[in-house]
C-alpha cells in the first residue's frame, strides 16, 4: 500500500527514531509499503519518519541503468560502522523536499551494518550512490535533512519555499 510522504517542514522529520524490536510480519508489511511509496514516487531511497512511522527503517534502490534489475534493499536498525575518509559530492534531493536539489559533501565509502527482513545481520560496503542515498536515508533516522548541510540562507529559501508548497496544496484539497 503506498503511504503519503510528509514533506518539511514537520516535527516528525526532526525526530531520533528509536530501533525496531525482532523482526515481525507487520515491519516486514511497512518495508514493503516503503518500497511501493519509494518506487510510485519516483524515488531512490525512503526512510519511515517520511511516512510518518516513528522507527529505524529504510528503504532504497540506487539501480539506475535502462534494463538493469532492481535491487530493492530493505535495512532495519541501519548503521553506519566506518567510512572513507575520502570524500564525494553529490547533487541530492529528498522526496519530503520536492524538486530542490543541492550538492552534499559526504563520506564517498561507508560500511552499513544492518539487519535484513529475514532478520538476519548483514553487512555491505557501499560506494557511489549507493553511499551517499545510505546515508541520506540513515540520516533521516536521526532527523537530519540534506539541506541542513546547507548554507542557513540556502536552507531558509528551500524551507520557505516548502512552507508555500504545503500551503498551495491544502488549498487544492480543501
Ligand atoms: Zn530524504
Redesign the pocket.
Known amino acids: 500500500m503506498k503511504r503519503p510522504i510528509l514533506i518539511h517542514p514537520d516535527p516528525r522529520l526532526k525526530k531520533v527514531a528509536p530501533p525496531v524490536p525482532d523482526l515481525s510480519d507487520d515491519l516486514r508489511a511497512l518495508a514493503d509499503d516503503m518500497l511501493e511509496t519509494m518506487y510510485a514516487a519516483p524515488g531512490i531511497?525512503l526512510?519511515a519518519p517520511?511516512i510518518g512511522v516513528d522507527a529505524r527503517v529504510i528503504v532504497l534502490d540506487c539501480v539506475k541503468g535502462e534494463g538493469e534489475a532492481p535491487r530493492p534493499v530493505a535495512m532495519f536498525n541501519p548503521e553506519i560502522v566506518a567510512k572513507s575518509d575520502m570524500l564525494n559530492v553529490y547533487e541530492e534531493g529528498?522526496?519530503?523536499?520536492p524538486d530542490q536539489y543541492a550538492d552534499v559533501e559526504r563520506p564517498a565509502e561507508v560500511t552499513v551494518r544492518w539487519i535484513d527482513r529475514d532478520g538476519k545481520e548483514r553487512q555491505e560496503d557501499f560506494d557511489g550512490l549507493w553511499a551517499t542515498c545510505v546515508q541520506?536515508?540513515i540520516d533521516?533516522l536521526n532527523g537530519v535533512?540534506?539541506i541542513d548541510y546547507l548554507k542557513p540562507l540556502k536552507r531558509q529559501l528551500i524551507t520557505r519555499k516548502m512552507v508555500k508548497l504545503k500551503k498551495d496544496r491544502a488549498r487544492e484539497k480543501a
Request: hydrophobic content about 40%.
Open positions: 531511497g526512510a517520511q529528498c522526496l519530503s523536499i541520506h536515508e533521516h535533512l540534506f
